[in-house]
């Protein structure tokens, strides 16, 4: 399904779905509940990135490896999941600035040992 996304000021969004309050209380709602578990997806996958890196014993890696792909996995559905509802906003780069940008990391690909 396909929802409409709309830019403004630089800022790449849905409209956000579902009633939030105006004033936020203590009590939790599914905004903040998919927020913690992306954070916690993204904190997760950091720890692993190290774990896997460090895995001395080949099946010790082997299964660390699978759940690092399976947690990064969940973090992607959780972002999917608050971009479509409007939750989680994408500020939109300046196309003169990542041209720039572009321009200066391609000129570095003659310093690479293997051609590119």
Known sequence: ???QQWQNNN??????TGQLPQVKGPE???RDFLNDGLATCKYLTDSFTDAVREASHEQLHADMLQI?????????ELYNLMFQNGWYK?????QQKIQ????QFSGYSSQFPYSV
């Open 100 to 103: 720039q940008a572009q321009q």
């Open 1 to 3: 399904m396909q929802s």
């Open 68 to 76: 690092l792909t399976e947690t990064h996995q969940s973090a992607r």
């Open 90 to 94: 994408l500020e939109a780069e300046d």
């Open 11 to 16: 800022q790449i969004a849905n409209p956000q």
């Open 28 to 30: 939790m709602n599914d």
